[in-house]
Each structure stands twice: as structure tokens, then as C-alpha cells.
């Protein structure tokens, strides 16, 4: 699919779900401005069409294909958007048909962004061990693929918020994980994820402590929720919040990616709640040339208008800088 022919189409059903008639000619916008000279390069996040995954609509094995049709060069998997493929195989089985499919399409494999595969930031040591165990394979998988990096968490439930023991389990789970990676030359990133990992300054401490290049950082524009109604790790209303924009600021010196995360857009085409131009600002003059992913995880444009939509962003907001 062309990306004319893309517009077209998202533009139509724009106009069927009620969307805006002037943020679709904003979204148009971004085909007569891909010859700009952005300081990054786009790269597609798969949890931006992880509900067509979920209702089936969209094979995870067609991924990279749905991303070359979108107009994208580079791609972001999901461990977790794997695992029914992966029970009925191998993961072996998965890597290499998703490596012959991104192959297929001139598609390069970015990183991998795991979840549910134990707590690197766990209490106990044994749990730390199964941690870094099952993120291993994720490692060696991540390398076959020709990523550069896979994303992690560090919630650290089980230390409720205590700071000192959070970075002491910290330091050693992810530390030996990446350890481990620095084998491969996989960097292993962290992402302001919720709870106490969203504290930006809390979570470059950690990292500063490692002191290892290739353990770093995944700023995500919108992740910044240190505490929710309830304790809630997500769903409920966030109650505290780190300033977003410090938090990038503070974690991009040690960035090997960037996520760009958009939940709505207003009638202009910007993020109803983070300003474009404000964070790629801080973007650029940290230095960062890599990949910056779009993950768009809003509910009232399909996902892809959302994409659409935070493309022309990104692009729109480069050409400002």
C-alpha cells in the first residue's frame, strides 16, 4: 500500500468515525514532508497495532509488513504479542520467521521490548535469577534478529517503593543482565514504565551505578505515572506524577531509544497532552540520532490514523527545530 493511498483511506474513515476534517488534512500533511532532514530516524513500536494482534485481524508474523505498507523503514517488537505463536513452536521457530519476514521487506529489526518474564528488580535474589534466566533467552534472541537493544522493566513490587532496597535489587538484576547481554553487544534499556521506575532521577541512579554503556535508558514520552488510585500498576487514575519533560531530559543521556508515545491529538494535529516540540527540543540537543518508535496507544482514532497522526507530529515538530 502506497502511503497516498494510505491517507486516502485513513482520511475516509476519519470522516466515519467523526474524526476532525482539519486533523485529517494535518495528517495529510505528513506526505509532502517526508524529504525533511530530521535528526532521527522512525521506527515503528508493535504495540501501536496491538489491538488488531489481539482481535486477529492482524498476524504478529505480518508485522514488518504492516509497517512497510505504513511508510516504515525499522520496527519495534512485543515479546508478549508472541506468546501464542511461541507456545505452539519454539521461539527458535519464532525468531526466524520473523528475521526471514522483516528480511522479506527491507525491514530493520530495532529491538525488543519484553514483558512478563519475571521481576529483574525482585526482592530475593532467587527471583532476580529466574529474572535475568528468562530475559537471557530474550537476549540471544534479540542478537539473531540484528536488534540493537531490548527494553526492560524495573518495577520492584515486592520492595514497596523503597528506594534504597529498589536500587540495590536494581544494580544487581539488571547489571547482571546486561552483563550477560554485553556478550552479544545487546544494550539493554530500561523504560519509565510505572511505579517507582517512572521517577527518572531514581532510575538514572541505577543506571549511573551500573556504569556499563550498553545499560541504558528508553525514554517514553508519556510513561511518567509514579503512582495510581489504589496502588494500581495500570488502569486507575495516576495520583502522582514526575514532571515528563524533566524525566527525558534526566534520562537521555544514556538513551539507545526513544518512544513516542501519543493518546490523542487536537484539531492542530498535536498531543493533546505533551508538547512535540518541547520534547523533541530535548531530544535533539542531547545528541541523539537513533531511532525514535511510534507507539501510539489511544482509543479514538483507529491505529492507523493514531500512527498517521503522531507521524506528522514527529515530522512536523523536527521541522521547527
Known amino acids: 500500500m502506497n502511503r497516498r493511498y494510505f491517507i486516502k483511506n485513513t482520511g475516509m474513515a476519519g470522516l466515519a468515525l467523526g474524526v476532525s476534517p482539519m486533523l485529517i488534512d494535518v495528517m495529510k500533511d505528513f506526505d509532502n514532508q517526508l524529504d525533511i532532514r530530521q535528526f532521527f530516524k522512525l521506527s515503528l513500536a508493535q504495540w ?9 485481524s492482524l498476524h504478529p ?5 504492516k509497517a512497510k505498507s505504513l511508510g516504515f523503514e525499522a520496527v519495534e517488537y512485543v515479546n508478549q504479542l508472541y506468546n501464542d505463536e511461541i507456545a505452539k513452536s519454539s521461539l527458535d521457530t519464532v525468531v526466524k520467521e520473523l528475521k526471514k519476514r522483516a528480511k522479506d521487506q527491507g525491514v530493520t529489526n530495532v529491538l525488543i521490548m519484553i514483558d512478563g518474564e519475571g521481576d529483574l528488580a525482585a526482592a530475593t535474589k532467587q527471583g532476580r535469577d529466574e529474572a535475568i534466566s528468562l530475559h537471557s533467552k530474550w537476549v ?17 513490587d515486592a520492595v514497596n517503593n523503597d528506594f534504597d532496597k529498589w536500587k540495590e535489587v536494581s544494580v544487581d538484576g539488571l547489571g547482571r543482565l546486561a552483563q550477560y547481554a554485553a556478550k552479544s553487544k545487546i544494550n539493554v534499556i530500561v523504560e519509565n514504565h510505572g511505579g517507582i521506575s517512572s521517577d527518572a532521577g531514581k532510575l538514572t541512579d541505577v543506571i549511573r551505578a551500573i556504569g556499563l554503556k550498553i545499560c541504558g ?3 517514553d514520552f508519556g510513561n511518567f505515572c509514579v503512582k495510581r488510585q489504589g496502588g494500581e500498576r495500570w488502569g486507575a487514575p495516576c495520583i502522582d506524577e514526575y514532571d515528563k519533560y524533566k524525566g527525558v531530559l534526566e534520562m537521555m543521556p544514556f538513551a539507545h531509544g526513544v518512544s513516542a508515545k501519543t493518546f490523542d491529538f487536537d484539531n492542530q494535529g498535536n498531543e493533546t497532552t505533551i508538547d512535540y516540540f518541547r520534547m523533541l527540543k530535548i531530544v535533539k540537543e ?21 500512527i498517521a497522526a503522531t507521524k506528522a507530529l514527529l515530522l512536523r515538530a523536527a521541522a521547527g527545530l
Open 217 to 219: 535508558t528508553l525514554p
Open 48 to 56: 501501536s497495532v496491538h489491538k488488531q494482534i489481539w482481535d486477529k
Open 140 to 156: 540471544d534472541a534479540a542478537a539473531e534478529l540484528g536488534c540493537k537493544s531490548i527494553r526492560v522493566n524495573l518495577f520492584g
Open 286 to 306: 542531547a545528541g541523539y540520532t537513533g531511532h525514535i518508535g511510534i507507539e501510539y496507544e489511544g482509543e479514538r482514532l483507529t491505529e492507523e490514523q493514531g
Open 61 to 65: 508474523f505480518d508485522f514488518a509488513q
